[in-house]
């Protein structure tokens, strides 16, 4: 019988998230994400997609920078809803993480209301994350804070 060699290879990406005491872990949210959160109380949501670098460039998806990855993202995010408006991103580094985030509303048929996400992005050196953290648009002022809170605690 011949000795066929094997190769180890780590699977996952594990990262750290601090979530605000009245938000709880939840599924249903995303199928994409690794973690998802919420608190059905204050009607606040959120989740967290992790993409790492060797993934990506498996797929031949090369990022040069945040900026490129942050410019391919939000492109298509929400784009076919209706009064979508995106903020001008910005730009942040803690020693070797790199952030960006930007505020988009829009106009939910279902819901009937104007829909806030703080849509931030995370680059490590091995990954890329998207934090996605939502609220009716009503509630922006009483929640972005923490939603900065939840994408600056961000580390792997």
Request: proline share 1%; no cysteine.
């Given at each position: 019988m011949a000795q066929t060699t094997l190769k180890e290879h780590k699977a996952g990406q594990v990262f750290y998230v601090s979530l605000p005491e009245y938000m709880d872990r939840t599924i249903g949210l995303n199928s994409a994400s690794t973690i998802q959160y919420k608190s059905v109380l204050k009607d606040v949501y959120g989740f967290?997609?992790?993409?790492?670098?060797?993934?990506?460039?498996?797929?031949?998806?090369?990022?040069?920078?945040?900026?490129?990855?942050?410019?391919?993202?939000?492109?298509?995010?929400?784009?076919?809803?209706?009064?979508?408006?995106?903020?001008?991103?910005?730009?942040?580094?803690?020693?070797d993480i790199s952030f960006v985030e930007s505020d988009v509303t829009y106009f939910d048929k279902d819901a009937e209301a104007m829909i806030y996400y703080?849509?931030?992005?995370?680059?490590?050196?091995?990954?890329?994350y998207k934090v996605l953290s939502w609220s009716s648009a009503?509630?922006?002022?009483?929640?972005?804070?923490?939603?900065?809170?939840?994408?600056?605690?961000?580390k792997d």
């Open positions: 967290v997609i992790v993409d790492s670098k060797q993934d990506l460039e498996l797929a031949e998806l090369k990022f040069g920078s945040i900026s490129e990855f942050y410019e391919y993202f939000i492109t298509g995010f929400l784009a076919d809803q209706e009064k979508r408006e995106v903020s001008k991103p910005v730009f942040k580094k803690q020693g703080l849509a931030g992005i995370v680059e490590t050196k091995t990954a890329f009503a509630n922006k002022d009483k929640f972005k804070a923490d939603f900065q809170k939840i994408l600056y605690s961000l």
